[in-house]
Every structure is written in C-alpha cells, then in structure tokens.
C-alpha cells in the first residue's frame, strides 16, 4: 500500500500564482488533512475533511481552498500565492472515530513563493 | 483553544545518556500522541496515549501519560544517535474532535 500521496513534492511559484496541491490515500479512511510545517511553528492545521463532501477551516485557512474530491483525495488550493504560503505542506488522514485515531502523513510537499 | 507546549525546544545529549521531553497541554484531552521526524521527512507514529496512567515503551523511547496534570513525557533511555530527530506530542481535546493540535516539537541531537 502506498498510504498517502502528495503531488508535487516541490513547487516554486511566483507571487499571485494559483496552483493545487493533490493528495490521495489507500486506506479508506473517512478523515482527511491538510497541515503546513514552519520553522519554529510545529504543524498547523489548515484544513479538515470528516468524509466526502464536508470540510472545515483549521488554525490557519486564509488564503487557501480545499476540495474532498471523494474518499480518497483532498486537494489543497492556493489562488494567489504570496511569499507568507513557503513552507512545506502535509496531507495526513486517519480513521475517525477508531479509538486510537492517529494520523498517518504523507511525504510533504515544499512549495517555495517568490 | 488548546494549547500544547514541549520542553526543551532544542536537546543537545551524548550517546549513552538519559533524558526526558515534557509535553504540556491546556486543556483536557481523550488522546496523546508521539511523533517522530527525521530531517526533510515525514512524521511517524509513535505513540498513542489513551487514559490516565498510561505508558508505553519501544525500544529505548517510553511515553507516559498524567491527565490530572496535563503532562505527558517522552524519556529516552541510553540514547544511540539513531534517535536524533524532531519529536512532536499532538493530541485531541476530545472524542469526536477529530483536529489534531501540535505544539513547535523538540529537536534532539545525540551526539556520539
């Protein structure tokens, strides 16, 4: 199984760019995330998907787009990228209401604005 | 809104030596985890901590849990340079809160 699945694994992109951000898991999991990794700031939440069709805002959604494509893939979304969104981005899901819940990542995605 | 705190940020330790992460959070919580990082990497799963009282063990990492005191610590046992990497202890306010909050994690080195 390949677990989860982020596309690109690197991007630059000039300011007022749009692109997307494309993750997929294997693992029928209903919970999907979207998390960006800055130095000094642990992960921060930037989207959630309970299961196909709903999503909900995290710690930081401004300036991004999700979309729960089905089961399998969330896809973030940058409009108009601005130097604030380098970082590096992590899809994770997990199987929501199993009693130990924890989140498996995929690989990362480092996007670089400039 | 949750907070979750670990000390020390940063942990310079030589190989052979004891240590202990501490992992504050604010707020209740039905779920602690422990993460691992290497540099450039993914996060791997280490832990899950479920009730008061609980510990878990793996190799040289054990993890433990208080929730009276809102505290749990990651300790490292005769640490070997494989363990040099970012550690992050996320955790859930509550069953049905599915949003894992993360605090800025503990970058340790261990020094041969």
């Known amino acids: 199984n390949a677990g989860v699945t982020q596309t690109p694994k690197f991007q630059v992109l000039k300011t007022g760019q749009s692109m997307t951000l494309q993750c997929a898991q294997d693992?029928?999991?209903?919970?999907m995330y979207w998390y960006r990794q800055d130095p000094g700031m642990g992960l921060r939440l930037i989207y959630y998907?309970?299961?196909?069709?709903?999503?909900d805002k995290g710690e930081v959604p401004n300036g991004y787009n999700v979309s729960r494509l089905n089961k399998r893939e969330f896809s973030l979304r940058l409009e108009s990228a601005a130097p604030s969104q380098t970082s590096v981005y992590f899809c994770?899901?997990?199987?929501?209401?199993?009693?130990?819940?924890?989140?498996?990542f995929g690989e990362g995605s480092r996007l670089t604005v400039l | 809104e949750l907070k979750v705190e670990q000390n020390p940020l940063f942990l310079s330790m030589q190989e052979g030596k004891n240590y202990t992460i501490y992992c504050n959070y604010s707020?209740?919580?039905?779920?602690l985890y422990w993460y691992r990082q290497d540099p450039g990497k993914s996060l791997e799963s280490l832990f899950v901590?479920?009730?008061?009282?609980a510990v878990k063990q793996e190799g040289r990492l054990m993890a433990s849990l208080d929730t009276k005191a809102r505290l749990s610590t990651l300790h490292i046992t005769a640490a070997v340079h494989d363990l040099s990497a970012t550690y992050f202890c996320?955790?859930?306010?509550?069953?049905?809160?599915?949003?894992?909050?993360f605090g800025t994690g503990t970058r340790l080195t261990i020094i041969p």
């Open positions: 901590l479920l009730s008061n009282g």
């Open positions: 998907s309970a299961s196909e069709g709903t999503t």
């Open positions: 994770a899901s997990s199987e929501a209401g199993r009693i130990t819940g924890e989140l498996f």
């Open positions: 996320p955790l859930r306010p509550n069953f049905g809160n599915e949003k894992l909050t």
């Open positions: 707020t209740t919580s039905d779920r």
């Open positions: 693992m029928n999991h209903n919970s």
